[in-house]
Structures are given as structure tokens and as C-alpha cells.
């Protein structure tokens, strides 16, 4: 809902003389309009399972990467501080932003 003046209303005498029209959006809806501030339930669920799934991925690309560096006797793929750091980060994503976020909403 916006609010407009008559196109004949004369500049001394736009005060008080609002019309109120329905409007549509302007531009058409895009993906990215899904993570600005809405209030729709339909939109908040939307952005709770894209941002899970987002962080699912992260933390999957972080198990792999321990994976990786597993897969032989020798440091040699990561630095063992940056494999304790990717050990913690991926426990903290999968718990607090992959099981809270979707496991927790289909539950």
C-alpha cells in the first residue's frame, strides 16, 4: 500500500488529500528478495532451510577436509592448528546450525 496525491491536486493545496492505492512491486520478486527482512512465515521458513543447508555445506566441506587430512599418517594437508580449528567449527556448525535450524523445524 502506498500513498499518493491526485495528479490535479495543486501545490498549495496538497495537504490533506492522500489517495490510498494498491500497488504491486515494480520489479519482479528474485531469489536474493528471500534474504532481506520479512515477516512472512512462508519466507522465514524458506530463509531457515537455505541458510541451513548453507552451513550444512560448509561443514561438509570441513569433514571432508578432515577426511582428507586423515586419509594418511602424515600432516601434510592441513596445519594441526588449522585441523583442530576445522575440527571445532565443524562440530559447532553441525550441531548449532544444521541439527537447531532444520532438524529442529521438521521435527
Do not use: C
Not at 489517495?19 to 520489479?27: A, K, M
Request: glycine share 6%; net charge neutral; aromatic share 16%.
Amino acid at each position: 500500500m502506498t500513498l499518493q496525491l491526485p495528479h490535479n491536486t495543486p501545490p498549495d493545496k496538497q495537504v490533506g488529500h492522500v489517495v490510498v492505492s494498491h500497488t504491486t512491486h515494480t520489479e519482479p520478486w528474485k531469489w536474493y528478495h528471500y534474504f532481506t527482512f520479512n515477516t512472512d512465515h512462508k519466507v522465514i521458513g524458506i530463509q531457515y532451510l537455505v541458510t541451513s543447508f548453507f552451513f550444512y555445506l560448509i561443514g561438509g566441506l570441513m569433514a571432508v577436509a578432515l577426511r582428507t587430512e586423515l586419509a594418511t599418517p602424515d600432516s601434510d594437508f592441513l596445519d594441526p592448528n588449522l585441523y583442530n580449528a576445522f575440527m571445532t567449527n565443524h562440530g559447532t556448525i553441525m550441531i548449532f546450525t544444521w541439527m537447531t535450524t532444520y532438524r529442529g523445524k521438521i521435527l
